[in-house]
C-alpha cells in the first residue's frame, strides 16, 4: 500500500484549470493540462512513494516482483503488465474524432508495422503496441461527447430539417440505405473528400446550422438531460447545430466536421457513465471525467486534428452499429460502492462515496492489483499489518495484490474514491454475470 506520484499530459485541447485544481497546484496552469494518468503504461508510468521518501517507477515495480504486485491470476493471462490504465481527463476543447482497435486489430496491426520497420515514435505510425483500447468514461463534471452512429433515420431527418440543397445527395444516398452499409457509404464519402468539393459542401451545412438556430431562438442553452440517452425530442437539433458550429470554429475546413453530423450527442451527469467498445467513433467535446481503459495507447484518427490520419485503417476498424449508447448511473455493490458495467476483462471501475456525517469504514477484498484516486475529501487506509496512508484529493494509492487487506475510513464528508482493478477480479455476486467472468 504506498501512495503515488501520476504524470500529467499537456494536450493542446486540455484544461488549465480541472485537473490543477484536483491537484491542488496553481490556478490557471501556464499550460493545457489534459490527462492525468494513473497506471504502468511505458509513455508515463505512475512513480511508487515509499515512506522512507524513496520512490521507485510502478512499470519497474512490476517487473521486478510480478507476482507480489499483480497477484499470480494477472500474471498468468496477463504476463507481467498492469492491464488496465486509469486518468483523469479535462477536456476544454474536442478531442480528435477516434476509434480504437479490437484485439485481433490491434496485434495484426503492430505486427505488421513491426515488420515494416516503422519507429514506435514515428508519427505516421498507427499501433504502437499489441492491445486494444476499449474505455469507460465516468463524468466528474457534466461530459460532452459526440460517440458512435446515430440511428441513420433520425440522421436523414437532420439533413432534412438543414435544408442545405448541398447535402441532399448525401440526404438521398442514405434514405436510400437507412442501416450500417449506408452509413459506411456516407462516412467514406465524406472522410475521403476532395477539398474542392468538402469546400462546396461544408460553408453551406455550417450557414444551414446557424439557420436552424435562428428559427428555433436558441444560441446558448445546453440541452436538458432526459432519460438514459441524451437525445432531442421530435425534430429538434439545435444541440447538434451548436455542436457542429463549435467544432467548425476550432477546426475550420477539417472534414471531421462534416463526420460528426452522422453520431451521436451524449451529455453525462456527475457520476454518470459510458463504455466504449473498440470500433466506435467518438469524441470528447468537454468537461472532465474518470477514464479507464486496457493499457493501450492505440488511436486511429479521422480528423479534428493536426495529427496522423490513415483513412484506409480508420475504416478497417470502425464499427457502423447504430443507435443510442446507453449511459450508466451504476449499480450499488455495497452501502458505499457503486460500479459500472463492461464487457472489458481488462479492467471494472467503482465509486466510493461517503456523505457529510458518514463515517463507517470499508473494507476492500481483492487478492488483484487496484488503484484507488481520491476526487474529493480525503481518507485514512489502514492495512492488517499495521501500514496505514492518507489520501487526500487528487491523490491516489497503489495496492500490490499481496498487499494485507486494507479498511479505509473516510475523513469528513462529503468522500469520493474511484476503484480501479482488473474485470475479471469478482465483486459481490448479486451485481450479475457482467462483471469478472465476461
Known amino acids: 500500500m504506498e501512495l503515488l506520484r501520476n504524470a500529467v499530459r499537456p494536450y493542446a485541447w486540455g484544461s488549465r484549470t480541472a485537473i490543477p485544481e484536483l491537484l491542488g497546484g496553481p490556478v490557471p496552469a501556464p499550460h493545457p493540462q489534459a490527462e492525468l494518468w494513473l497506471g504502468a503504461h511505458p509513455a508515463d508510468p505512475s512513480v511508487l512513494m515509499h515512506g522512507d521518501g524513496a520512490e521507485t517507477s510502478l512499470l519497474e515495480a512490476l517487473r521486478a516482483d510480478p507476482y507480489r504486485h499483480l497477484g499470480p491470476r494477472c500474471v498468468q493471462r496477463w504476463g507481467g503488465q498492469l492491464p488496465f490504465l486509469l486518468k483523469v481527463l479535462a477536456a476544454e476543447e474536442p478531442l480528435s474524432l477516434q476509434a480504437h482497435p479490437s484485439a485481433e486489430q490491434a496485434a495484426e496491426g503492430f505486427a505488421r508495422e513491426e515488420g515494416r520497420g516503422v519507429p514506435r515514435d514515428a508519427p505516421e505510425r498507427n499501433y504502437v503496441d499489441p492491445s486494444h483500447k476499449p474505455e469507460l468514461i465516468c463524468a466528474l463534471t457534466e461530459l460532452q461527447a459526440l460517440a458512435g452512429f446515430r440511428d441513420p433515420q433520425r440522421t436523414v431527418e437532420l439533413l432534412e430539417a438543414l435544408d442545405v440543397p448541398a447535402l441532399d445527395p448525401y440526404r438521398v444516398m442514405l434514405a436510400a440505405e437507412p442501416n450500417a452499409d449506408g452509413l459506411r457509404t456516407l462516412f467514406t464519402t465524406w472522410i475521403t473528400m476532395p477539398e474542392p468539393a468538402m469546400k462546396a459542401v461544408l460553408p453551406p451545412t455550417l450557414d444551414g446550422c446557424v439557420a436552424l438556430l435562428r428559427r428555433n431562438g436558441v444560441w446558448s442553452s445546453s440541452p436538458t438531460p432526459s432519460g438514459d440517452f441524451r437525445a432531442p425530442r421530435g425534430g429538434d437539433f439545435r444541440a447538434e447545430c451548436r455542436v457542429i458550429l463549435e467544432l467548425a470554429e476550432t477546426y475550420p475546413g477539417d472534414v471531421g466536421v462534416l463526420a460528426a453530423l452522422l453520431l451521436n450527442h451524449v451529455v453525462l451527469a456527475s457520476g454518470e457513465a459510458m463504455y466504449l467498445p473498440a470500433g466506435?467513433?467518438?469524441?470528447?467535446?468537454?468537461?472532465?471525467?474518470?477514464?479507464?481503459?486496457?493499457?493501450?495507447?492505440?488511436?486511429?484518427?479521422?480528423?479534428?486534428?493536426?495529427?496522423?490520419?490513415?483513412?484506409?485503417?480508420?475504416?478497417?476498424?470502425?464499427?457502423?452499429?447504430?443507435?443510442?449508447?446507453?449511459?450508466?448511473?451504476?449499480?450499488?455493490?455495497?452501502?458505499?460502492?457503486?460500479?459500472?458495467?463492461?464487457?472489458?476483462?481488462?479492467?471494472?471501475?467503482?465509486?466510493?462515496?461517503?456523505?457529510?456525517?458518514?463515517?463507517?469504514?470499508?473494507?476492500?477484498?481483492?487478492?488483484?492489483?487496484?488503484?484507488?484516486?481520491?476526487?474529493?475529501?480525503?481518507?485514512?487506509?489502514?492495512?492488517?499489518?499495521?501500514?496505514?496512508?492518507?489520501?487526500?484529493?487528487?491523490?491516489?494509492?497503489?495496492?500490490?495484490?499481496?498487499?494485507?487487506?486494507?479498511?479505509?475510513?473516510?475523513?469528513?464528508?462529503?468522500?469520493?474514491?474511484?476503484?480501479?482493478?482488473?474485470?475479471?477480479?469478482?465483486?459481490?455476486?448479486?451485481?450479475?454475470?457482467?462483471?469478472?467472468?465476461?
Open 280 to 438: 466506435n467513433l467518438h469524441t470528447y467535446l468537454r468537461g472532465t471525467g474518470v477514464e479507464i481503459s486496457a493499457n493501450s495507447d492505440n488511436v486511429l484518427r479521422g480528423g479534428l486534428t493536426s495529427k496522423h490520419i490513415d483513412v484506409p485503417e480508420l475504416l478497417r476498424v470502425l464499427d457502423f452499429s447504430y443507435g443510442a449508447l446507453p449511459v450508466q448511473r451504476g449499480e450499488p455493490v455495497g452501502p458505499h460502492e457503486t460500479a459500472y458495467r463492461t464487457l472489458a476483462e481488462e479492467f471494472q471501475l467503482t465509486r466510493l462515496e461517503w456523505a457529510h456525517g458518514e463515517s463507517t469504514p470499508m473494507c476492500l477484498h481483492s487478492r488483484w492489483p487496484q488503484i484507488l484516486l481520491c476526487t474529493q475529501g480525503s481518507a485514512r487506509l489502514h492495512s492488517l499489518d499495521g501500514g496505514s496512508v492518507t489520501v487526500r484529493r487528487g491523490g491516489s494509492v497503489w495496492l500490490a495484490a499481496d498487499d494485507p487487506e486494507v479498511t479505509v475510513c473516510p475523513g469528513p464528508g462529503p468522500v469520493q474514491l474511484f476503484r480501479a482493478l482488473p474485470g475479471l477480479a469478482p465483486l459481490p455476486a448479486h451485481l450479475g454475470p457482467s462483471f469478472g467472468s465476461e
